[in-house]
């Protein structure tokens, strides 16, 4: 909300305020295949960085995103390039469900946003995206203070400067070049982009107005989370009136998909 959205135009509510999810969630699981959540790019990067906590939710965590969207039968999904395969996955149950029980109930979703191509906002540490499981250090919260900001982004993996004119930039410098080119504008980013290429750059420099920009970006977003943050009797009427609904949409759905699958009752 803070960001914009508003909730007499958009429904909020908290997931695990909607059963009917976890109830399609199941029944997709059922036919979810082991293999194919196995190759999931996002499963494998979770089981390598973390060994010893390979669950369940974990594995079926793309058949509760579709669970999320298809109970609602939406056909468009804003999400950015690093859920790009779980929306594929997305549609791969959706059409699944559809072939098996002969049906053409679920629209297959497609992705949404406002440019040519999803977008991908890097993350500090040089690789991948920019994310709260990815640790502190990795990324920008919209309600960071100013110094935290400022620390978070001098800290930003570098390297030892450009040592030929034009060269490409490396994946760490370029990650930061294109948060550069969300929170700047372009004479800024068009200004350091060109001490880079003539090996003039001087990346404490670079990082500072980086900061500021960031923070000038956020900053509106940051006071209007305080306000709404001091306001539960709003946030509560926002979230139960999201609830109520959401089950509007879901129940529908799932008491259409039971019938098809074939549940019967005494």
Excluded at 131 to 153: H, P, Q, T, W
Aim: charged fraction near 30%; aromatic fraction near 10%.
């Amino acid at each position: 909300m803070a960001a914009g959205l508003d909730p007499e135009k958009s429904v909020i509510y908290i997931q695990s305020d909607l059963p009917e999810t976890a109830e399609l969630y199941l029944l997709l699981n059922m036919n979810a295949y082991l293999g194919e959540l196995e190759r999931v790019t996002s499963f494998k990067e979770k089981v390598r960085k973390q060994p010893d906590n390979v669950n369940a939710g974990l594995l079926t965590y793309p058949t509760l995103m579709a669970a999320d969207v298809i109970i609602h039968r939406a056909k468009k999904v804003p999400v950015g390039k690093d859920q790009e395969q779980n929306l594929e996955m997305m549609r791969t149950f959706a059409r699944r469900f559809n072939r098996m029980y002969k049906v053409d109930f679920f629209p297959i979703p497609t992705a949404f946003n406002f440019g040519e191509e999803l977008v991908k906002v890097p993350g500090l540490d040089g690789t991948g995206k920019m994310g709260k499981s990815e640790g502190a250090g990795n990324a920008i919260f919209l309600n960071d203070e100013e110094k935290v900001i400022r620390k978070k982004v001098m800290r930003a993996v570098t390297d030892a400067g450009p040592t030929e004119m034009n060269q490409q930039k490396p994946e760490p410098i370029q990650n930061l070049f294109t948060l550069m080119s969300i929170v700047s504008d372009k004479e800024t980013y068009d200004y350091f982009d060109s001490l880079y290429n003539t090996c003039k750059i001087r990346y404490g420099d670079f990082k500072k107005k980086l900061a500021d920009d960031i923070i000038a970006f956020t900053a509106p977003i940051k006071e209007r989370i305080k306000e709404l943050s001091s306001d539960n009797q709003y946030l509560a009427k926002v979230v139960n009136s999201g609830a109520e609904k959401a089950r509007a949409s879901a129940a529908p759905t799932l008491k259409e998909v039971r019938e098809i699958i074939g549940f019967k009752r005494f």
